[in-house]
């Protein structure tokens, strides 16, 4: 009876297609903006400063997007206010996976592409990144049928 009641609720939070489309218009707004983030930090540390190597320049700008993107997006994107360590967590554990291998990807890229084309490499990473950690977010940190099926998990620990 419990699991009938659960599926029904549900079906009634499903979002239309037209919200869907808006949370999908929201997101990428807020991707640009901390694209934009991204970019100019990338470009101030490798471009205009030559002070730092491609790999810790790209390593701090992406942290620096993050945090923006996670904090609108958590927000105004999918309206979460459940758990907020858990979704914190769980945005880390994307990263912990996509971090290391776009910086050793993209570091292997710009050698063998060249300096030229930081900025070009940075871009794939950064489309590569838009896509994933999009479906991450709606389908994993921001999907409260799995975040509360992973709360109910370690409870019963």
């Known amino acids: ?14 979002p ?7 949370q999908i218009l929201k997101f990428t707004g807020f ?6 983030i991204q970019l100019l930090s990338f470009s101030i540390l ?21 945090i923006w993107n996670f904090t609108f997006n958590r927000k105004f994107t999918f309206k979460a206010a ?11 554990i994307y990263y912990a996976a996509f971090t290391p291998a776009s910086v050793f990807g993209g570091d292997a890229l710009e050698k ?7 900025i070009l490499v940075t ?3 950064m489309v590569i990144n838009f896509v ?17 099926k992973i709360i109910r998990i370690f409870k019963r620990r």
């Open 46 to 66: 490798y471009e205009w400063t030559a002070c730092l190597p491609w790999w810790p320049s790209y390593l701090i700008s992406i942290i620096l997007s993050v």
């Open 16 to 22: 239309t297609k037209k919200q869907q489309f808006l």
């Open 132 to 148: 994933t950690e999009f479906v991450w977010d709606k389908f994993i940190v921001f999907n409260e049928k799995v975040t509360d």
């Open 112 to 118: 063998l592409w060249g300096p030229d084309f930081g």
């Open 82 to 92: 459940n758990n907020i360590p858990l979704a914190m967590t769980l945005v880390l």
């Open 31 to 36: 991707s640009i903006s901390a694209g934009a």
């Open 1 to 14: 009876m419990e699991d009938t009641q659960d599926e029904e609720v549900l079906q009634e939070a499903k």
């Open 123 to 125: 871009v794939l990473m």
